[in-house]
């Protein structure tokens, strides 16, 4: 049994930042990543991110992950548990983890959970066929292994993911035939849009895919265009020549710790699946259970990183630790968060936070746990 | 329509061109940034301070056209590589478009390459005059296009596969 | 189909091993996935559906979604996408759910 003030599960932007914030206060932290390595999805994020100064904006997403994991190496207070998998929580507070095939528990007073998202993928005939990937995971191949997918992709799905990833494998030399959205409108910020465009790749928005073709892999794959009512057209099939099929069409928060922990939670269509109640300081229903990043909702890294911040602060303070500046350092990173989710882009995100974030502890304790109100 | 295919009408364009008279003066940094997104580093690149201070990080940049001397710092800084530099001023028959470029192989002076508008499609040749790469570049490159001068708000991108 | 040229990244590619693909001898890199490993040498099939048995390839590529599993030196559902490269690894085509021996 290993003992520890605070576990944060998940070594990514929020886990990251998390463990950082937590033990400058002076906390111990154990950080647990099921991969070998720290950083999570921003090692592949070789795009310059935008936000604030304080985000890091302007610097590619692999670097920041290069300084966060160097800066948690570096720090005395935090133990870093790679290759390992949280597997259970236990009703004594036990998480249970697996690595190097052997068994471990973790007995901590606090729980950052920091576990990110996991792509969606889209039903269509044929689907299943080697060459049909979550942009994601074509995005590991290409930045992490340097690896290509194929010869020629069709993306489906134009938020940022879709365009960014698209716009990667242009730099890393494979083609991408087009952008299909069957949404009206582009998701991805328009200067993303813009720069694969001009490089060539067409977004076609009110456009999905009907289907992928092929015997033993992806061969290619047909288009239709879509009405007002999101119903295909007929007669406006396209056939696509290509061998890779990319899906974009968004993630889920991985939650599955939250709900063994018997955590709130509630169906938040704009956070994009079940997440977590909490209120502002990132708690959950279950004391001492905080969340961090696309666990708590599917956002952007920058918001992520600074909600690892503000979870990191509040549990090193629930355990009694705390810093002179501790009042404006908290401030300062609301400031951000709410800076970040200002504008226009940021509307679904506060919409989708509103009906989850509760300002008050003693509203979580009328709930039944688990409840979906 | 930009939000429905990635392509700004010249009505977008509009609202961020600098004045002719400006124009005429030479190099002027021109930001195509059409949309509302919490992302402010151009402001911080600019030493000219001619990037008006974000009220709010989701506010779009306004250059102030006049104090801009178009040195391109920002060309660099910018996420969206939305940021270009134009100057009318560089020859009677050519203009000079300075474009962020984050491909490889990248071009050497004195290549003839095609020149590509905001829609991807070739709207004539180009001359590589300079091409701004190395270390502190970190990996978005500038390269300085030499263009038709009626071509000078259309080019905005280039490919080296059409090199003659 | 390896990325040789990258205007952002660097691939420092360390020592080349040698594993089989369902008795056949490939190459790879040290460092790498199984997954990568046999993308790189054009193979992108990894499983046989439990009942249809259809082919199955690489989809989350993060240890998620369980597309991948293979049979990795005699052991089944090994998720090829996260389980890394290593020398004179015996890598075979999984069909049906796997035997443990």
């Known amino acids: 049994m290993i003992a520890c003030e605070i576990c944060v599960i998940g070594g990514g932007p929020a886990g990251l930042m998390a463990a950082l914030h937590a033990a400058s206060l002076g906390a111990s932290v154990v950080i647990i990543d099921r991969n070998d390595y720290l950083g999570g999805q921003l090692i592949k994020q070789t795009h310059r991110f935008f936000g604030s100064k304080e985000q890091r904006a302007s610097e590619r997403g692999v670097n920041i992950s290069r300084e966060l994991s160097f800066a948690v190496e570096e720090e005395e207070n935090i133990k870093v548990l790679t290759a390992a998998t949280a597997l259970g929580y236990y009703k004594d507070g036990v998480v249970t983890v697996e690595k190097d095939e052997r068994f471990l528990k973790i007995k901590p007073q606090k729980i950052i959970v920091a576990t990110g998202g996991a792509e969606k993928t889209l039903p269509f005939p044929n689907n299943d066929l080697p060459g049909v990937y979550g942009a994601g995971a074509v995005q590991t191949l290409v930045n992490v292994y340097g690896v290509k997918p194929g010869q020629r992709v069709l993306m489906v799905g134009a938020g940022n993911i879709g365009v960014i990833v698209s716009y990667q494998l242009l730099q890393a030399g494979v083609e991408v035939a087009g952008i299909v959205e069957a949404a009206p409108r582009i998701g991805a910020y328009w200067v993303h849009a813009a720069k694969v465009v001009r490089a060539g790749v067409p977004i076609y928005t009110r456009h999905t895919i009907k289907g992928a073709w092929g015997e033993k892999e992806v061969e290619g794959a047909t288009t239709v265009e879509l009405d007002d009512q999101w119903r295909p057209i007929p007669g406006t099939e396209k056939d696509f020549d290509v061998d890779v099929i990319c899906l974009s069409v968004g993630l889920s928060p991985l939650t599955e710790i939250l709900w063994q922990a018997g955590c709130a939670m509630k169906y938040v269509p704009e956070l994009s699946g079940y997440v977590p109640l909490r209120n502002v300081d990132m708690e959950t229903s279950v004391p001492g259970i905080y969340i961090a990043g696309d666990a708590g909702g599917i956002e952007e890294a920058s918001a992520a990183m600074m909600e690892g911040a503000l979870a990191g602060l509040s549990a090193a303070r629930a355990l009694g630790y705390s810093a002179s500046d501790f009042n404006s350092r908290r401030a300062n990173i609301l400031r951000e968060l709410e800076n970040l989710r200002s504008g226009p882009v940021g509307e679904k995100i506060r919409k989708g936070l509103k009906k989850v974030t509760l300002i008050e502890r003693q509203e979580f304790r009328v709930l039944p746990l688990s409840s979906n109100f | 329509m930009l939000a429905e295919n990635g392509v700004p009408t010249i009505e977008d364009l509009a609202q961020v061109l600098p004045a002719p008279e400006r124009l005429a003066r030479g190099p002027v940094a021109i930001a195509e940034c059409f949309q509302e997104i919490p992302c402010d580093p151009c402001y911080h690149s600019c030493l000219r301070r001619a990037i008006a201070p974000f009220a709010d990080i989701n506010e779009r940049p306004r250059i102030d056209h006049e104090k801009c001397n178009g040195c391109g710092l920002c060309v660099n800084r910018c996420p969206g590589l939305a940021i270009f530099v134009v100057d009318q001023t560089y020859s009677d028959s050519e203009a000079l478009v300075k474009l962020p470029y984050e491909f490889l192989p990248l071009p050497k002076p004195g290549d003839i390459v095609s020149a590509i508008n905001r829609s991807g499609a070739a709207v004539g040749e180009a001359r590589v005059v300079k091409v701004q790469s190395g270390k502190q570049m970190d990996g978005t490159n500038i390269v300085w296009l030499a263009v038709p001068q009626d071509l000078s708000m259309e080019v905005r991108h280039f490919k080296m596969e059409e090199v003659r | ?101």
């Open chain 3, 1 to 101: 189909m390896r990325v040789y040229e990258h205007p952002i990244l660097d691939f420092t590619r360390e020592k080349k091993i040698k594993f089989t693909y369902n008795g056949r001898e490939l190459e790879g890199f040290e460092g790498e996935t199984v997954a990568a490993a046999l993308h790189a040498n054009g193979i992108r099939t990894m499983r046989e559906s439990i009942h249809l048995h259809r082919p199955r390839g690489l989809f989350c590529n993060i240890g998620n979604c369980s597309s991948c599993l293979m049979i990795v030196d005699g052991k089944p559902n090994v998720r090829v996408c996260v389980e890394k490269l290593r020398e004179g690894m015996n890598v075979m085509t999984q069909k049906g759910k796997g035997e443990l021996k």
